[in-house]
């Protein structure tokens, strides 16, 4: 059984996914998200089925009982991993291997593993890694056979040459020196990805002076379809869970040469494992930052409502409770989804409906944007010198222009502006500027 625990990756093997319920409680359609997502990993699915449970069994969650008609169905199929759509503790994937025979993954086991498959970036990689060792510490089950164990005797033999002096005496077991060399390199990928996250804070930090908006949403809901929709940024895009781990950012043009900065962030999912939250802190920093957050939904999905709750949980869970956010209902020249569409609408009456790929819906959706730019409309009068080009531009380029009178080398012109930006003109006109309503 130690072996099969030495491969964490599902490539091409034939799974069975389990999903337990409460007794009473009514069945749902969770296997449909742990059957994507086990396809994603590269499994292929060959039986799922839920079990509803009275309580959960410390020592093999669903019982024995049921344990061995899992056994049964897996000997059936001929299964090599079983799934379970929930968290299992280190000794209940033990024993539930044993009595089944082949390996055993839980939830956040398989998402850890679609994203090690997912990183192509060195960021994203010592992410993932962070996130699968900080996963796999409390869970250490002699998984690293090449190392020997250190015996107190010493000398000559290879355990004395990997202790040296002063090991000797009871000796140390396998599994400290497992703890200890993980211990060491989380230490190390913290360190490291420490780095690399004051450098992506100065960066974010560096754009105080752009309009930030940052696209979130449930995986593979269209964010980064979206992204080349409104930027031609050439993000890459893939019908498949997880097809984009890293942040990237562009320079998008709403309107009159206003330019604003638009990234795209890591997907989100249904209990997402807090080791890839808490490892993907630089990359979520663009959404906790943001000025503006489009929350893209997909309404192919039938559990688009969960969906939502479930970003926004993780939102909540990164701080961003405060930033405006605007629902994107993305995928809506799926007709067959009109009943969902129109559901979506009532709950969020300020949602609007896209279709990135198609292109239906982006000119709403930038005068939405628009609109959360400027803020509300405020009349503004301003005196300025005729050399003041600076002041002139902004106004023209930002406002609509009311009136503007010239006199003894000065222009008075009063225009109506969105109350967003009368910070940054009062930096070109601080003691020139009158507001008049």
Not at 239 to 250: E, G
Request: proline share 2%; with cysteine; net charge positive.
């Amino acid at each position: 059984m130690e072996k099969m625990r030495q491969t964490l990756r599902v490539r091409k093997e034939r799974a069975v996914l389990i999903c337990t319920i409460p007794k009473g409680a009514a069945r749902h359609d969770d296997l449909i998200e742990l059957k994507a997502l086990a396809e994603s990993a590269g499994a292929v699915v060959v039986d799922k089925f839920q079990q509803k449970i009275s309580s959960i069994n410390p020592a093999t969650y669903i019982g024995k009982g049921k344990a061995q008609m899992l056994a049964e169905r897996v000997k059936r199929y001929k299964a090599e991993v079983v799934i379970f759509d929930n968290d299992l503790s280190p000794g209940q994937i033990r024993e539930l291997e044993k009595l089944v025979g082949v390996k055993v993954l839980d939830r956040s086991e398989l998402i850890l593993d679609i994203f090690a498959s997912r990183a192509k970036t060195h960021q994203a990689k010592l992410q993932v890694e962070l996130a699968q060792l900080e996963y796999t510490y409390p869970r250490l089950t002699r998984m690293w056979l090449h190392l020997d164990t250190v015996a107190g005797a010493g000398g000559a033999t290879a355990a004395g040459v990997v202790g040296g002096i002063g090991t000797r005496g009871p000796g140390e077991k396998q599994l400290e020196i497992d703890r200890r060399l993980v211990n060491k390199r989380i230490t190390e990928l913290k360190r490291e990805l420490a780095l690399i996250d004051k450098r992506k804070l100065r960066e974010i930090k560096g754009r105080k002076g752009l309009f930030k908006i940052c696209l979130v949403g449930y995986t593979n809901a269209g964010k980064s379809t979206l992204m080349n929709a409104l930027t031609d940024a050439g993000v890459h895009v893939e019908d498949r869970l997880f097809a984009t781990l890293d942040t990237r950012t562009r320079r998008f043009r709403i309107e009159g040469g206003i330019e604003v900065l638009l990234s795209d962030t890591v997907g989100f999912v249904r209990n997402l494992p807090h080791q890839l939250i808490a490892s993907f802190k630089a990359t979520l920093e663009e959404a906790v930052n943001a000025d503006l957050l489009l929350h893209v939904v997909d309404v192919s999905s039938c559990e688009a409502p969960e969906q939502i709750e479930s970003v926004n949980n993780v939102l909540r869970e990164i701080g961003c409770t405060e930033t405006p956010i605007l629902i994107l209902i993305n995928k809506t020249d799926i007709l067959s989804k009109r009943d969902i569409i129109d559901m979506l609408v009532t709950l969020y009456p300020e949602a609007i409906s896209i279709s990135a790929k198609a292109g239906i819906g982006l000119e709403k959706l930038h005068e939405a944007i628009l609109r959360m730019y400027r803020g509300a409309d405020v009349l503004v009068r301003v005196r300025t010198q005729q050399h003041n080009g600076k002041v002139q531009s902004f106004l023209r380029s930002h406002a609509t222009i009311l009136g503007e009178h010239y006199l003894d080398g000065f222009v008075v012109i009063e225009a109506k502006l969105g109350e967003n930006q009368i910070a940054e003109l009062r930096r070109y006109a601080p003691d020139a500027l009158e507001l008049l309503c």
